[in-house]
Protein backbone atom coordinates (compact mmCIF):
# COMPACT_ATOMS: atom_id res chain seq x y z
CA UNK A 1 0.00 0.00 0.00
CA UNK A 2 1.24 3.49 -0.61
CA UNK A 3 1.69 5.81 2.47
CA UNK A 4 2.54 9.16 2.36
CA UNK A 5 3.81 11.00 5.58
CA UNK A 6 3.91 14.74 6.26
CA UNK A 7 6.88 15.08 9.81
CA UNK A 8 5.47 18.75 10.59
CA UNK A 9 2.05 19.14 11.67
CA UNK A 10 2.39 23.07 12.30
CA UNK A 11 4.98 25.40 10.96
CA UNK A 12 4.90 29.10 10.86
CA UNK A 13 7.19 32.00 10.16
CA UNK A 14 6.93 35.44 9.02
CA UNK A 15 5.93 37.42 6.18
CA UNK A 16 8.30 37.62 3.07
CA UNK A 17 10.16 34.36 4.71
CA UNK A 18 11.02 31.19 2.77
CA UNK A 19 9.09 28.09 4.21
CA UNK A 20 9.95 24.58 2.85
CA UNK A 21 7.19 21.93 4.12
CA UNK A 22 8.18 18.26 4.12
CA UNK A 23 7.06 14.79 2.33
CA UNK A 24 7.75 11.36 2.16
CA UNK A 25 6.22 8.84 0.41
CA UNK A 26 6.43 4.97 -0.24
CA UNK A 27 5.70 2.91 -3.31
CA UNK A 28 7.20 0.22 -5.22
CA UNK A 29 5.43 2.09 -8.34
CA UNK A 30 7.42 3.67 -10.60
CA UNK A 31 5.14 6.09 -12.65
CA UNK A 32 2.74 7.98 -10.71
CA UNK A 33 2.09 11.63 -9.97
CA UNK A 34 3.17 14.05 -6.48
CA UNK A 35 1.07 16.95 -6.05
CA UNK A 36 0.77 19.36 -3.33
CA UNK A 37 -3.09 21.25 -2.14
CA UNK A 38 -3.57 23.83 0.00
CA UNK A 39 -6.97 24.29 2.17
CA UNK A 40 -7.74 27.52 3.59
CA UNK A 41 -10.10 28.13 6.09
CA UNK A 42 -12.82 27.90 3.57
CA UNK A 43 -12.27 24.18 3.03
CA UNK A 44 -11.99 24.32 -0.85
CA UNK A 45 -9.02 22.54 -1.63
CA UNK A 46 -6.74 24.52 -4.32
CA UNK A 47 -4.00 22.53 -6.42
CA UNK A 48 -0.76 24.40 -5.19
CA UNK A 49 1.89 22.33 -7.24
CA UNK A 50 2.06 19.07 -9.34
CA UNK A 51 5.04 16.48 -10.34
CA UNK A 52 5.07 13.81 -12.69
CA UNK A 53 7.47 10.69 -11.38
CA UNK A 54 9.15 10.67 -15.08
CA UNK A 55 9.95 14.11 -15.29
CA UNK A 56 13.40 14.95 -13.71
CA UNK A 57 12.78 18.88 -13.17
CA UNK A 58 11.55 20.08 -10.69
CA UNK A 59 8.22 21.52 -10.90
CA UNK A 60 7.60 25.48 -9.99
CA UNK A 61 4.84 27.65 -10.28
CA UNK A 62 5.33 31.17 -9.19
CA UNK A 63 6.72 31.37 -5.23
CA UNK A 64 6.29 27.88 -5.02
CA UNK A 65 8.71 24.99 -5.92
CA UNK A 66 9.07 21.31 -5.01
CA UNK A 67 12.28 19.48 -4.69
CA UNK A 68 11.81 16.42 -5.67
CA UNK A 69 13.96 13.34 -5.02
CA UNK A 70 12.82 10.27 -6.77
CA UNK A 71 15.35 7.89 -5.47
CA UNK A 72 14.91 9.13 -1.41
CA UNK A 73 11.07 9.32 -2.20
CA UNK A 74 11.00 12.81 -0.99
CA UNK A 75 8.76 15.64 -2.46
CA UNK A 76 9.24 18.72 -0.46
CA UNK A 77 7.26 22.13 -1.16
CA UNK A 78 9.43 25.77 -1.02
CA UNK A 79 7.16 28.72 -0.75
CA UNK A 80 9.27 31.98 -1.37
CA UNK A 81 8.52 35.25 -0.18
CA UNK A 82 5.59 34.11 1.74
CA UNK A 83 2.46 36.24 1.90
CA UNK A 84 -0.33 36.53 4.54
CA UNK A 85 -2.57 34.48 2.41
CA UNK A 86 -0.62 31.59 2.05
CA UNK A 87 -1.75 30.65 5.48
CA UNK A 88 -3.27 27.51 5.16
CA UNK A 89 -3.73 23.14 5.57
CA UNK A 90 -0.79 21.70 2.76
CA UNK A 91 -1.84 18.38 1.77
CA UNK A 92 1.41 16.19 -0.04
CA UNK A 93 -0.36 13.92 -2.21
CA UNK A 94 0.48 10.88 -4.58
CA UNK A 95 -1.64 8.90 -6.94
CA UNK A 96 -0.28 5.81 -9.25
CA UNK A 97 -0.71 6.62 -12.66
CA UNK A 98 -4.24 4.33 -13.47
CA UNK A 99 -4.81 4.14 -10.33
CA UNK A 100 -7.28 7.60 -10.34
CA UNK A 101 -7.58 8.03 -6.47
CA UNK A 102 -4.84 10.34 -4.41
CA UNK A 103 -3.48 9.18 -1.23
CA UNK A 104 -2.81 12.29 1.30
CA UNK A 105 -0.26 13.24 4.02
CA UNK A 106 -1.60 14.27 7.48
CA UNK A 107 -0.84 18.06 6.44
CA UNK A 108 1.09 20.65 7.65
CA UNK A 109 -0.42 23.64 9.45
CA UNK A 110 1.12 26.06 8.04
CA UNK A 111 0.59 30.16 9.57
CA UNK A 112 2.16 32.89 7.92
CA UNK A 113 3.00 36.05 10.66
CA UNK A 114 2.16 39.94 10.01
CA UNK B 1 -15.54 29.04 -15.34
CA UNK B 2 -17.26 27.16 -12.79
CA UNK B 3 -15.85 25.16 -10.61
CA UNK B 4 -17.21 21.79 -8.26
CA UNK B 5 -19.70 22.68 -6.33
CA UNK B 6 -21.44 20.88 -3.21
CA UNK B 7 -24.70 21.05 -1.44
CA UNK B 8 -25.59 21.42 1.79
CA UNK B 9 -22.38 23.26 2.51
CA UNK B 10 -23.06 21.79 6.25
CA UNK B 11 -25.68 19.21 7.39
CA UNK B 12 -26.42 18.37 11.05
CA UNK B 13 -28.83 15.36 11.23
CA UNK B 14 -29.46 13.06 14.17
CA UNK B 15 -27.99 9.64 14.89
CA UNK B 16 -29.76 6.76 12.30
CA UNK B 17 -31.24 9.42 9.95
CA UNK B 18 -30.41 9.07 6.14
CA UNK B 19 -28.64 12.04 4.50
CA UNK B 20 -27.86 12.69 0.81
CA UNK B 21 -25.13 14.77 -0.57
CA UNK B 22 -24.85 16.46 -3.73
CA UNK B 23 -21.90 17.26 -6.23
CA UNK B 24 -21.94 19.02 -9.54
CA UNK B 25 -18.54 18.46 -11.02
CA UNK B 26 -16.88 20.49 -13.59
CA UNK B 27 -18.64 20.59 -16.90
CA UNK B 28 -16.67 18.29 -19.31
CA UNK B 29 -15.54 16.34 -16.58
CA UNK B 30 -16.25 12.77 -16.98
CA UNK B 31 -14.49 11.54 -13.83
CA UNK B 32 -15.80 11.80 -10.09
CA UNK B 33 -14.51 11.04 -6.51
CA UNK B 34 -15.49 10.90 -3.29
CA UNK B 35 -13.47 11.80 -0.25
CA UNK B 36 -14.12 11.85 3.02
CA UNK B 37 -11.84 14.16 5.49
CA UNK B 38 -12.25 13.79 9.40
CA UNK B 39 -10.40 14.68 12.39
CA UNK B 40 -8.70 10.66 13.48
CA UNK B 41 -8.48 9.20 9.58
CA UNK B 42 -7.14 12.27 7.83
CA UNK B 43 -8.46 12.44 3.94
CA UNK B 44 -10.05 8.87 2.87
CA UNK B 45 -10.47 8.01 -0.88
CA UNK B 46 -14.49 6.63 -0.73
CA UNK B 47 -15.60 6.11 -4.32
CA UNK B 48 -14.35 6.95 -7.81
CA UNK B 49 -16.51 7.23 -11.37
CA UNK B 50 -15.67 7.55 -14.93
CA UNK B 51 -17.92 7.85 -17.82
CA UNK B 52 -20.38 4.46 -17.55
CA UNK B 53 -17.96 2.48 -16.32
CA UNK B 54 -18.35 0.32 -12.94
CA UNK B 55 -17.72 2.98 -10.15
CA UNK B 56 -14.63 1.91 -7.78
CA UNK B 57 -16.35 1.67 -4.36
CA UNK B 58 -12.94 -0.01 -2.71
CA UNK B 59 -12.95 3.07 -0.18
CA UNK B 60 -16.39 3.03 0.85
CA UNK B 61 -16.30 2.42 4.66
CA UNK B 62 -19.21 0.02 5.00
CA UNK B 63 -22.53 -0.99 2.87
CA UNK B 64 -24.45 2.48 4.91
CA UNK B 65 -22.70 4.11 2.04
CA UNK B 66 -23.29 4.31 -1.96
CA UNK B 67 -23.29 6.45 -4.47
CA UNK B 68 -24.85 7.03 -7.64
CA UNK B 69 -23.92 9.19 -10.61
CA UNK B 70 -27.01 10.03 -12.44
CA UNK B 71 -26.50 11.01 -17.01
CA UNK B 72 -22.69 11.21 -15.99
CA UNK B 73 -22.84 14.60 -14.40
CA UNK B 74 -24.76 14.91 -11.06
CA UNK B 75 -23.35 12.36 -8.33
CA UNK B 76 -25.30 12.00 -4.73
CA UNK B 77 -23.58 10.12 -1.52
CA UNK B 78 -26.01 8.13 0.43
CA UNK B 79 -25.36 7.92 3.88
CA UNK B 80 -28.01 5.56 5.38
CA UNK B 81 -28.58 4.93 9.58
CA UNK B 82 -25.64 7.51 10.19
CA UNK B 83 -23.63 7.45 13.19
CA UNK B 84 -21.93 9.73 15.24
CA UNK B 85 -18.34 7.99 13.20
CA UNK B 86 -20.03 9.78 9.96
CA UNK B 87 -18.68 13.21 11.29
CA UNK B 88 -16.45 14.75 8.64
CA UNK B 89 -15.99 16.92 5.47
CA UNK B 90 -16.98 15.25 2.63
CA UNK B 91 -15.37 16.35 -0.52
CA UNK B 92 -16.19 15.66 -4.48
CA UNK B 93 -13.51 16.06 -6.69
CA UNK B 94 -13.21 15.69 -10.65
CA UNK B 95 -11.04 15.67 -13.47
CA UNK B 96 -10.49 15.43 -16.97
CA UNK B 97 -9.67 11.70 -18.25
CA UNK B 98 -7.17 11.44 -20.91
CA UNK B 99 -6.58 9.01 -23.30
CA UNK B 100 -7.03 5.60 -22.85
CA UNK B 101 -9.28 6.01 -20.34
CA UNK B 102 -6.60 7.04 -17.31
CA UNK B 103 -7.35 9.86 -15.29
CA UNK B 104 -3.82 11.52 -15.51
CA UNK B 105 -5.03 14.87 -14.39
CA UNK B 106 -5.37 17.05 -11.82
CA UNK B 107 -8.52 16.42 -9.62
CA UNK B 108 -10.20 19.64 -8.70
CA UNK B 109 -12.28 19.73 -5.32
CA UNK B 110 -15.28 21.22 -4.29
CA UNK B 111 -15.50 23.28 -1.28
CA UNK B 112 -16.92 20.16 0.69
CA UNK B 113 -19.82 19.49 3.00
CA UNK B 114 -19.85 19.29 6.79
CA UNK B 115 -21.53 16.65 8.16
CA UNK B 116 -22.64 16.48 12.20
CA UNK B 117 -24.08 13.68 13.40
CA UNK B 118 -25.61 14.19 16.56
Known amino acids: AQTVTQSQPEMSVQEAETVTLSCTYDTSESNYYLFWYKQPPSRQMILVIRQEAYKQQNATENRFSVNFQKAAKSFSLKISDSQLGDTAMYFCAFMIQGAQKLVFGQGTRLTINP | ?118
Open chain 2, 1 to 118: GAGVSQSPSNKVTEKGKDVELRCDPISGHTALYWYRQSLGQGLEFLIYFQGNSAPDKSGLPSDRFSAERTGGSVSTLTIQRTQQEDSAVYLCASSLVTSGGASTDTQYFGPGTRLTVL
